[in-house]
DNA sequence: ACGATCATGGTACGTCTGTATCATGAAGGT
DNA sequence: ACCTTCATGATACAGACGTACCATGATCGT
């Protein structure tokens, strides 16, 4: 036989061209064969390791997903040996905007795996969907934590607002994406309500 | 010649049948044929009123972000003969929340223009993309007018709160459409955020 | 009443899609 | 050394898609 490959590594090397065209022309427009193209493999090869497209499909979202997380992990990383729960926070809202082309396009490809989700039963019963869940559960641990060290304001509801730092996010991050709104200034609005949450020492407003 | 028909009337005939099976299945999913046949008509008609696939994507875009305009129009409208400024932005929030069959339908298809107006260059420079922006002004507005008559809390600054609450009711409302919320958490969720806003009487805190 | 025009039907064409089939060289085990 | 097995190539197939073309009643203006 030829030489062994190794297929794990060769789905991933597929499932990256899969991502990087999707970035580039829109996930509804992506074929086989664009795919082919695009990690310089035949078409052929495209249906070697996977079978079927929905496989690819699946595989690509589970891949664009682990890169998001490791992503958002080094993000926290670089906020300090011993970042408070506000540095965190904040590094996890904003890895998850739009800025760079990278992040650019997880998010487009994000959104329209989610898109396709709501009409198609095999996306949506995917675990990438109950990161989401996760995110919500480690920033409301953070914020309880902000809470009970009295860094936060005492009428903090850790939940509500993580809810709405996550969904405030997901909202910015979209208008990013279509161009109304400039990174800086989805930053800035962040910013303002972790003050918000965040007061500074002993100020009581 | 046959009965002279209204165009524009059959236009918005086979909008609404595109607008209908788009929520049904995805909007990418949607060709020619389903739409004639979901407005009972042949495929022949459907070419003859719109000439090209994309002037019925475009004209649908159209009618359904009117449509949703005259739905939060109707829902503000509702809220009682001359509303508070929180009264109005409540009910322009939780309009555009997808709770029942219809704004499901809008927030799905509404998504799913965006995500290709990103990659496509025709749908990116429509006018629907400006009406976050009208809205974001018309809640500063009202914001502003909360905060001169002492309704709002002082130090409130009511551009970035208006951003903040359009930004969340857009994740919200995608989260929604996405199973991992019900519109009930999420309406709560925006009106912990109204309290917030809306100090009630003279509380500072 | 008649001819120009409008609304509609049917259908064919070319292209693109995902998938399946046939073929073949290259290296493993024994 | 041989035969199986693996990796890869080329290409064919069936269907769906958007679009174009031809046909034909119906009705309006005159």
Redesign the pocket.
Known sequence: ?????D?EE?RTEIAEALVRVAGRRGLHA?????VAAEAG?????V??YF????KLLLYGLQHLAAGFGERVAARVRAAGENPGPRATIEAMLLASLPTDEGSRTFHLVHTSYAVLAVTDAALADQPFLKSPDAAEDAVTDLLQQAKDAHLARPGTDARVEAISLLAMSAGLGTSILAGQRSPESAAAVLDAHLDRIFRDGGRND
Chains 1, 2 share one sequence.
């Not at 036989?1 to 490959?5: E, G, T």
């Not at 992506?30 to 664009?34: A, E, K, S």
């Open positions: 036989m030829p030489k062994r490959v297929h060769r992506v074929g086989m064969r664009d493999v035949s078409l052929r090869l249906q070697y079978e079927t497209k929905e």
